[in-house]
């Protein structure tokens, strides 16, 4: 069984700076891409920033310069650091991972998502 658990949302003013965490646990062989996708109300969920087992990283435009993807591949942990946040960034922010366990079977994994709300 594989889990991964989300933290470090909250409640922030615009201009300011979250740092996200989201650890994979279980049985566990191998991760490949790891990222973090946003859900707004009424919106769709989209991504936010991907990060390969290599560390090559992509972004959506919109967070471009202002959110950084990284990753801790000994601790299996992904991070998302936030900063000059806007309240348009106001979503439940879900980790994902594609996961390799024990058997060799590889499955896409989500997080259980984390509010983030920006506002003064």
């Known amino acids: 069984q594989v889990q991964l658990v989300e933290s470090g949302g909250g409640l922030v003013q615009p201009g300011g700076s979250l740092r996200l965490s989201c650890a994979a646990s279980?049985?566990?062989?191998?991760?490949?891409?790891m990222g973090w996708y946003r859900q707004a109300p009424g919106k769709q969920r989209e991504l936010v920033a991907g990060i390969s087992s290599g560390g090559s990283t992509n972004y959506a435009d919109s967070v471009k310069g202002r959110f950084t993807i990284s990753r801790d591949n000994a601790k299996n942990t992904v991070y998302l650091q936030m900063n000059s946040l806007k309240p348009e960034d106001t979503a439940v922010y879900y980790c994902?991972?594609?996961?390799?366990?024990?058997?060799?079977?590889?499955?896409?994994?989500w997080g259980q998502g984390t509010q983030v709300t920006v506002s003064s």
């Open positions: 279980g049985s566990i062989f191998s991760i490949s891409d």
């Open positions: 994902n991972a594609w996961i390799t366990i024990a058997t060799m079977v590889s499955q896409n994994y």
